[in-house]
């Protein structure tokens, strides 16, 4: 990775892909100017699933939400920029979307926190983490754009 990048994951998770909108979701994050260096489509098993959210283990939304999760397949992402995590979740919006910025992903789509259409990474550090958990170093595609230069500093 180049100094001063930080990578993110970003799921589009089943509500997002039964509506459509994974192309919005990738469209904003490219235009914003972060690069797309993983991606793969797929169904979550069971187990899987209780890994990744294994921080959420024991509380009220945890049997719903792996329920949801695994219920229809979700579009699996890995995001570069500098201040990654910070620039995506700021595009997809907060978490609940009635307190997301007009403009934002889940503010233009999302009425309620349990549809809100999208995972992001919430640290570098679970970031690293779950980018791990997703992808293998040989998924991750170590790429420049033409444009890099315009958009990233340095």
Do not use: C
């Amino acid at each position: 990775m180049e100094a001063g990048l930080e990578r993110t994951l970003v799921l589009v998770k089943p509500d997002g892909v039964q509506r459509g909108l994974i192309g919005e979701v990738i469209g904003r994050l490219e235009r914003r100017g972060l690069r797309l260096i993983a991606a793969k489509f797929v169904r979550i098993a069971r187990a899987f699933a209780e890994e990744h959210y294994a921080v959420h283990k024991g509380k009220p939304f945890y049997d719903p939400l792996i329920a949801y999760i695994t219920s229809s397949p979700v579009m699996a992402m890995v995001w570069e920029a500098p201040d990654a995590v910070g620039a995506v979740r700021q595009t997809l919006g907060a978490t609940r979307p009635l307190e997301a910025a007009p403009g934002s992903l889940r503010h233009d789509f999302a009425l309620e926190v349990g549809r809100n259409l999208v995972h992001a990474s919430d640290s570098a550090e679970t970031a690293a983490l779950e980018v791990d958990l997703w992808f293998s170093k040989g998924d991750l595609v170590v790429w420049e754009r033409a444009v890099d230069p315009w958009i990233f500093e340095g």
